[in-house]
């Protein structure tokens, strides 16, 4: 089914402006929920749909919003993958590369390597007293942690860490910057060279990683395809991870009561972990195209219609979340959007509950003492189809 | 078709009529029973679909396969022996008259 890059006939037509998106995506989000929770965005050349039942409905039928989207910005990026495929090649993908990422093998291979990572960026930073949280810490760490998970150990942390930024770049590259497309081609053909020499090494010696499990799955898996997918897990293994924990730190430092109650009782961490990922998605959206004629939030939309499901938007959701722009670990439970849902639910959720939870902010909280915001810091919450904090700028006690 | 009962953290019931050949996740979700979130819609990534299967139908639903079993250690809600992911239980005829017990929290 090919693209329609036009309004369906009978969509609300808004027209909204990317800077503004990056800079607070949210009031227009409001907006459109209230006046047309589906239009046709002309600058994202998308239909967003924007209301929480809407994005769930769509996200249980995937054989009508297929993830297979003609044009998309992640295809041109980094090539086939699983991202982009429905079931059955979505599935025999996954099932290749997700046995690392389950809880059990996060808690049994990796969780030791993540703490002794987590406390070497630390004792790197504890003596100065200050530091940037995302650029000394979180984004090493998400970097550093995940090399591990994927069986990357020919690449560094910075290597990680660029070819991260380079693709996420090319990804939400909807203003068509030739420089990031370049950037983003350079990334990709060194991360093809270092799998391919971690694959050959997981095929003489299996690892328990990613890469290990993809070259040992049942049902066979091209390097190709292999490299394509480390490509779109290097993407948002890295962001989501540093993007939350920046955002819930940022939270909890300008809260001191709920900080004070979350050190009291770790046990909140992990509420702390959903609350935020609703509150600020780290993936604001992701792209469908339908496969036949299908009406939704009150537009008959032709088959092949691009819809954007914005995440982000359903998480704020006033109808399902009261007062849903608040940040408030104690809200009645309701599952947010953040990770996605149906076959394509984040396979990245375990990794990042524990890296993030269970590790990431217990340990600053509890050696870095008296931790504060620099207060006039520059730090910025910025994007919209990804979106966090591009620094977190802290003060802390040595003595 | 078989009847299966969902009984909710504050004991009331939701009778739904399942599918067989169906898992009985589905028969929650397009029933609107509430507190089976399924967020993954069945692939056991999430373990948001937990119920606890009625001990007198035990044996009959019998035990989680590995990867269930791997993720239910991971549930929201406390893990018993008769821990299942709904995602995971398929619905027939012989199961008629199930009971299975929806915990609290699912994330």
């Known amino acids: 089914m090919s693209a329609v890059t036009t309004a369906a006939p009978g969509a609300p037509v808004v027209d909204l402006d990317l800077a503004e998106l990056r800079r607070d995506p949210y009031p227009a989000y409001a907006e459109l929920r209230r006046t047309a929770p589906l239009a046709w965005v002309p600058s994202v050349g998308r239909h967003l749909l924007t209301r929480y039942e809407d994005i769930v409905h769509a996200e249980k039928l995937p054989e009508v919003f297929s993830s297979r989207e003609e044009g998309s910005l992640l295809l041109r990026t980094v090539g086939p993958n699983l991202l982009r495929e429905d079931d059955p090649e979505h599935r025999r993908l996954r099932a290749a590369a997700e046995p690392p990422t389950r809880p059990r093998q996060v808690r049994d291979l990796w969780a030791e390597t993540f703490e002794h990572n987590a406390h070497e960026l630390l004792d790197r930073i504890a003596g100065r007293g200050e530091a940037d949280l995302i650029g000394d810490f979180a984004e090493p760490l998400a970097a550093a942690n995940l090399a591990v998970v994927l069986g990357l150990r020919n690449a560094g942390a910075d290597d990680i860490s660029d070819w991260s930024r380079a693709m996420m770049a090319a990804n939400g590259n909807y203003a068509d910057d030739p420089d990031i497309w370049l950037r983003a081609e350079q990334a990709t053909r060194d991360i093809e060279d270092a799998v391919a020499e971690m694959a050959d090494a997981a095929r003489r010696e299996p690892d328990g990683s990613v890469i290990s499990s993809m070259v040992h799955a049942a049902d066979p898996v091209e390097l190709t395809e292999i490299q394509n997918n480390i490509k779109v897990i290097i993407g948002g293994g890295v962001n989501e991870p540093r993007d939350v924990f920046g955002v819930g730190a940022q939270a909890l430092l300008q809260r001191p009561d709920v900080l004070d109650r979350v050190v009291a009782d770790p046990g909140l961490w992990k509420r702390v972990f959903e609350e935020t990922a609703r509150w600020i998605s780290p993936i604001g959206m992701y792209p469908r195209q339908l496969t036949q004629d299908y009406e939704i939030a009150g537009v008959a939309l032709p088959a092949g219609s691009r819809v954007a499901l914005v995440i982000a938007s359903g998480n704020r959701d006033e109808s399902v979340f009261e007062r849903a722009d608040e940040f408030d670990i104690d809200r009645p439970h309701r599952p947010h959007l953040a990770f996605g849902g149906g076959p394509h639910f984040c396979m990245g959720a375990w990794v990042a509950r524990h890296e993030v939870s269970a590790l990431a902010w217990p340990l600053v909280f509890s050696r870095l003492k008296v931790l504060r915001l620099v207060e006039g810091a520059d730090d910025l919450m910025e994007g919209w189809v990804f979106r966090g904090l591009t620094s977190l700028n802290v003060t802390w006690q040595t003595s | ?107």
């Open chain 2, 1 to 107: 078709m078989p009847i299966v009962i969902f009984e909710l953290p504050d004991g009331t019931q939701r009778k739904v009529t399942a599918d067989s050949g169906t898992v009985l996740m589905q028969a929650a979700v397009s029933n609107g029973v509430d507190g089976i979130v399924a967020e993954c819609g069945g692939n056991a990534s999430c373990a948001t679909c937990h119920v606890y299967v009625d001990e007198r139908h035990g044996e009959q639903v019998g035990p989680p396969n590995d990867v269930e079993d791997e993720m239910l250690d991971f549930t929201a809600a406390e893990r018993r022996p008769t821990s299942r992911l709904s995602c995971q239980v398929q619905v027939s005829d012989a199961l008629d008259g199930l009971v299975v017990h929806i915990p609290e929290e699912q994330v």
